[in-house]
């Protein structure tokens, strides 16, 4: 049985840092590009991150860039994101998700972790 | 503001269909045949429920199907059951600089 699980969600101050981990089960992580998702209290989906399975290339969302950084440890079945800077725009539940399986083409998410809160205020 | 537009909420009544519509652009939805849908009930993770416009994972109701014409998705659900009372969420791949976006969302209600 696939199973993502997130951790490392907490409350923050404006410009501190925080780091999410995601475990992965039940299925060969080397094999899957992977995402974080959030979504803000009461509102909707917002795509944030993505990572190919050899790490070779990583996107973010023009709201994160530059302050967010993904990666991944195959050998532990590990994902993670790094979030500097934050903002009090960025709490959010954040979401792990499976992406596509490494050389597929297209764009959804299969799987999905049940989230970790992050809360950035002072 | 969600790059992608859906309806706030759509209701029906048991045993009716109802359809989501989608818009984006060029860039989006016109462009590739990668559009998804995923519910999502109250305090629960999204689920996925069609990938490729149209297409059904498996174990997902095939009450549920997808479609696209031009710069326009949509989701529809035949035969309403009150379980299906759930938030919607589209979401596409895109050229721009973000790889990808979701809907608004859209809340439905089973009258």
């Known amino acids: 049985e696939v199973q993502l699980l997130e951790s490392g969600g907490g409350l923050v101050q404006p410009g501190g840092s925080l780091r999410l981990s995601c475990a992965a089960s039940g299925f060969a992580l080397s094999s899957y590009n992977m995402h974080w998702v959030r979504q803000a209290p009461g509102k909707g989906l917002e795509w944030v991150s993505h990572i190919t399975s050899s790490s070779s290339t990583k996107n973010y969302a023009d709201s994160v860039k530059g302050r967010f950084t993904i990666s991944r440890d195959n050998a532990k079945n590990s994902l993670s994101l790094r979030m500097d800077s934050l903002r009090v725009e960025d709490t959010a539940v954040y979401f792990c998700?499976?992406?596509?399986?490494?050389?597929?083409?297209?764009?959804?998410?299969?799987?999905w972790g049940q989230g970790t809160l992050v809360t950035v205020s002072s | 503001q969600s790059a992608l537009t859906q309806p706030a909420s759509v209701s029906g009544s048991p045993g009716q269909a109802i359809t989501i519509s989608c818009t984006g652009t060029?860039?989006?939805?016109?462009?590739?045949?990668?559009v998804s849908w995923y519910q999502q009930h109250p305090g629960k993770a999204p689920k996925l429920m069609i990938y490729?416009?149209?297409y059904r994972p498996s174990g997902v109701s095939n009450r549920f199907s997808g479609s696209k014409s031009g710069n326009t998705a949509s989701l529809t659900i035949s035969g309403l059951q009150a379980e299906d009372e759930a938030d919607y969420y589209c979401s596409a791949y895109t050229s721009s600089s973000t790889l990808g976006v979701f809907g608004g969302g859209t809340k439905l209600t089973v009258l």
């Open positions: 060029s860039s989006d939805v016109g462009a590739y045949n990668y």
């Open positions: 490729d416009v149209s």
């Open positions: 998700a499976r992406g596509l399986e490494m050389h597929s083409s297209g764009w959804y998410f299969d799987y």
